[in-house]
């Protein structure tokens, strides 16, 4: 329909549900006519306040691009597998995969993957579920890898994000969630910002940060770029780059030596005190300012105002995370808000940003290879015990060893002892680190099962391909950033012959022997749902039927008619003890550093207009119109002394890789460093960046490593999406 005359049509209908990007977790309204979103509104949920952004508003024509999946494929038998360059050519794709009737994609993949656990034992096989998936989806492919695979070999894109911050959470306050919701910064005198940039990944949520600093409240900006909320923040410290924990610790510092701390809270609620003041007595301001390149005074100036605020919030992002180092950098931070008493109430805690739609709840429903649903660790004799009574199978059946978590699963691929996987709505041939790698390792596995709505890299080196629902053709709840469990509703049909993933993963997990009987379409969803509370005492409480009439309930909420609590650790702690235990952390520097080879330090992150690796938003209109070529943000003084102007073409290389595309100056971006998002398949960064892993999290240093910077290069070559170019010229049905 040509958009001149959007404005002129009435819609069939018109559907609430949700944003199906970020964290956040904005409610909207589809409004539909022949079985197409006409145009989208933001509605009043507790998250956004009607507000979308312009992934929200604009970002969702991609549900009937021409490239959709629409049939099951398999890959022909004289089709080898390659880890080299994804071409997106129809002639060619349809030279590599034949179209199948679902019942023989099932057997060939269901009985593929059987044969190899069968021969080869259940740790042969590997399972990756999807952040943008529904609750329901994520709880039945954990259950499906833990019973059909046989292990805990199942994982998913948190392991790439905040799994870091995940861990120093338990380990230091007994949960992995937020403690309050992103709005309580109305309520705030001090936030502090750190590793984050939320007008780029998070931006209705960055709306309310500005409506908070009209009313008052300090912004404090910590990040080695400069942001745009960094120039109307109260302070903005551009520590220099890996140099998190010496920054902190000196804050801490600062506190402890003015006796700024809360030492009531301390007493009543901590452990390990004595420990950590032991361990930042060498971090002084003074000796950690040539260090992390901030002033010794501005540092005690942050840590008084946070110290001694009536409120004060802590929010972080993957800026945090993504490090060797990252669960240190997660823990100073949760060391500053405990021995501050900064925690337990309005306008006051922690709050890590979650990137994807439901990271949030993909984690709480075990979508992770150590962990039951709600956090119940499969080591645990207990845990197993509870479910193996809830899936009506014998304990014994249940593994008792954590699984391979995402670069796990790669390196056991290239070792030979990962033979098969199942990834459904996962792009690891684009989000991994060091990517020709992962591609290697996803090319030499004898059965690939992948579960999706387009032919991504990933998709590529598949055995068999299944075309899956998008977003908004399909019912499920999805938990946000701040713990609100919401309903997203079916707007759309699924395109062809492609099905629900629901229904999907209930189809493999009979293949491999189980006899699941959910029923169908919403009755089956709702049947999952009352299986996962269950089993998860945080939604115990929250009915399906509740769901649908009020769109949205924050967890815990343990019994029918909780109202759900915005804020948590008001009291205690859910650990053990129901206290916080502080751990200490000192300087540890990244695994890979400049040298006089590679001599700048390459960050890597998201972009407004697109999300994530791309798959989705390179195939909005509007939002590919925006932003359609790879571009490199260096700093304007870099450009000079590189004798480029912005626009010409640049390569950037480390000892895994090197990609080339265009310059774009960019004042935020320090000098010596150079950002990319990973969202261009073109330019695909991921090629470049380090997969060393921090010790706890298992996540990839994604934040930093050495790269060379020169001019000129082979120009990016747009095949795959660039506004379909090649497809438009060859249309078919399959892609």
């Keep these: 329909m040509p958009a001149r005359d959007v404005a002129l049509t009435v819609p069939?209908?018109?559907?609430?549900?949700?944003?199906?990007?970020?964290?956040?977790?904005?409610q909207l309204t589809y409004h539909v006519k022949n079985d197409e979103i006409l145009y989208v509104e933001g509605r009043d949920g507790p998250a956004n306040h009607s507000r979308l952004c312009v992934k929200g508003r604009y970002g969702f024509d991609y549900s009937r691009h021409p490239q959709r999946l629409t049939v099951p494929l398999i890959r022909r038998a004289d089709a080898p597998k390659t880890g080299g360059e994804f071409v997106m050519d129809p002639d060619h794709v349809m030279q590599i995969f034949r179209e199948a009737t679902w019942e023989e994609a099932l057997s060939v993949a269901g009985g593929g993957l059987r044969k190899l656990r069968d021969s080869h034992g259940p740790k042969s096989l590997a399972g990756f579920?999807?952040?943008?998936?529904?609750?329901?989806?994520?709880?039945?492919?954990q259950k499906l890898v833990r019973l059909g695979f046989g292990s805990n070999n199942v994982d998913h894109c948190t392991r790439l994000c905040h799994a870091s911050s995940v861990a120093a959470?338990?380990?230091?306050?007994?949960?992995?969630?937020?403690?309050?919701?992103?709005?309580d910064v109305t309520k705030a005198s001090v936030v502090i910002l750190i590793g984050a940039n939320p007008t780029v990944n998070h931006p209705v949520a960055a709306s309310f940060l500005k409506n908070a600093m009209r009313n008052g409240t300090k912004l404090i900006v910590m990040d080695p770029r400069r942001s745009e909320l960094a120039r109307t923040a109260y302070r903005y410290l551009q520590f220099k780059p890996d140099t998190d924990v010496a920054l902190l610790n000196a804050m801490m510092h600062v506190i402890i030596e003015e006796n700024l701390v809360d030492a009531k809270f301390i007493a009543d609620r901590t452990l390990g005190y004595a420990e950590l003041v032991k361990n930042v007595a060498g971090y002084s301001p003074d000796l950690m300012a040539p260090i992390c390149g901030v002033p010794a005074e501005t540092i005690r100036e942050v840590a008084r105002l946070y110290a001694t605020s009536s409120g004060s919030m802590i929010l972080w992002g993957m800026g945090i995370s993504q490090h060797i180092h990252g669960t240190d950098n997660a823990?100073?931070?949760?060391?500053?808000?405990?021995?501050?008493?900064?925690?337990?109430?309005?306008?006051?805690?922690?709050?890590?940003?979650?990137?994807?739609?439901?990271?949030?709840?993909?984690?709480?429903?075990?979508?992770?290879?150590?962990?039951?649903?709600?956090?119940?660790?499969?080591?645990?004799?207990?845990?197993?015990?509870?479910?193996?009574?809830?899936?009506?199978?014998?304990?014994?059946?249940?593994d008792d060893k954590p699984g391979l978590t995402v670069v796990e699963v790669i390196k056991g691929i290239l070792a030979g002892k990962v033979k098969g996987m199942y990834i459904m709505g996962e792009n690891p041939a684009m989000s991994d680190p060091d990517a020709d790698h992962a591609r290697e390792a996803l090319s030499r596995l004898d059965m690939l099962v992948v579960q999706d709505i387009f032919l991504t890299e990933t998709a590529y080196l598949a055995d068999v391909i299944l075309p899956a629902s998008s977003f908004a053709e399909k019912t499920g709840s999805f938990t946000n950033t701040d713990r609100f469990v919401q309903l997203g509703r079916q707007a759309l049909n699924p395109p062809g012959k492609a099905r629900q993933d629901l229904e999907i993963i209930i189809d493999i997990a009979r293949e491999l022997g189980l006899s699941w009987d959910y029923g169908k379409g919403e009755s089956a969803v709702a049947a999952v749902f009352d299986e996962m509370r269950r089993t998860m005492p945080s939604i115990g409480g929250i009915t399906w039927e509740r769901l649908q009439g009020e769109d949205s309930v924050t967890y815990p909420c343990v019994e029918e008619g909780d109202p759900g609590d915005p804020v948590v650790f008001i009291e205690s702690f859910p650990t053990p003890t129901g206290r916080g235990r502080f751990v200490p952390a000192d300087i540890i520097p990244a695994d890979e550093r400049p040298d006089t080879n590679y001599p700048w330090v390459l960050i890597t992150g998201r972009q407004l207009e697109h999300w994530h690796t791309g798959s989705m938003t390179r195939r909005s209109g509007v939002l590919d119109a925006i932003e359609p070529d790879p571009v490199a943000s260096l700093h304007p003084l870099d450009l000079a002394a590189l004798g480029i102007k912005p626009g010409d073409l640049i390569t950037i290389a480390s000892r895994r890789g090197k990609v080339s595309l265009y310059a774009r100056a960019d004042e935020s971006s320090p000098r010596g460093a150079v950002f990319v998002a990973f969202c261009f398949y073109e330019a695909a960064i991921n090629k470049l960046t380090n997969s060393a892993l921090d010790p706890f999290g298992k996540i990839p240093e994604f934040k930093y490593c050495a790269v060379r910077v020169t001019v000129g290069g082979i120009p990016p070559v747009q095949a795959s999406y660039g506004g379909g170019q090649i497809l438009a010229a060859k249309p078919t049905a399959v892609v």
């Design 129 to 141: 579920g999807s952040a943008k998936g529904s609750n329901e989806e994520a709880y039945l492919f």
């Design 169 to 183: 959470l338990l380990e230091g306050i007994g949960s992995g969630a937020v403690s309050n919701p992103v709005m």
């Design 12 to 26: 069939d209908k018109s559907v609430h549900s949700l944003c199906p990007y970020c964290g956040v977790g904005c």
């Design 331 to 398: 823990r100073c931070l949760i060391a500053l808000a405990m021995m501050t008493g900064q925690i337990g109430k309005p306008g006051s805690g922690l709050h890590p940003l979650r990137g994807q739609n439901n990271v949030q709840g993909a984690s709480d429903a075990g979508l992770i290879p150590m962990m039951y649903p709600d956090y119940q660790r499969v080591d645990n004799p207990q845990a197993r015990e509870r479910f193996a009574k809830a899936w009506a199978v014998p304990v014994a059946q249940l």
